[in-house]
Nanobody, 124 residues
Framework: QVQLVESGGGLVQAGGSLRLSCAAS????????MGWFRQAPGKEREFVAA????????AYVDSVKGRFTISRDNTKNTVYLQMHSLNPEDTAVYYC?????????????????WGQGTQVTISS
């Protein structure tokens, strides 16, 4: 079955950086776009970034543009989220997702597979 395993979260000070990883198995990874979402306490899960199957096309929510970079390594079945200039508003559980129909979108309802999430906490 499909498994997505996130890692790399932690506690950092405002202005710091983190790199999240999501290792995928049980699917033809290089055929799938992938997405990163996050969920803060009391809020809905929101789109953060997406990448197409080849890595040639990416998309970001406005609040992270210029600070976060999504990338992938199809030889390692892994998608990454490099995060810089972190601020307390970035505090959330970060999830990677694989869509039901190969195309990664901004809509969480299009995703059929999720990891367990990794906590990112930014202190001020």
């Amino acid at each position: 079955q499909v498994q997505l395993v996130e890692s790399g979260g932690g506690l950092v000070q405002a202005g710091g950086s983190l790199r999240l990883s999501c290792a995928a198995s049980g699917l033809s990874f290089s055929s799938y776009g992938m997405g990163w979402f996050r969920q803060a306490p009391g809020k809905e899960r929101e789109f953060v970034a997406a990448i197409n199957w080849s890595g040639g096309t990416t998309a970001y929510v406005d609040s992270v543009k210029g600070r976060f970079t999504i990338s992938r390594d199809n030889t390692k079945n892994t998608v990454y989220l490099q995060m810089h200039s972190l601020n307390p508003e970035d505090t959330a559980v970060y999830y990677c997702g694989a869509p039901r129909r190969y195309i990664a979108t901004r809509n969480r309802d299009d995703y059929g597979y999720w990891g367990q999430g990794t906590q990112v906490t930014i202190s001020s």
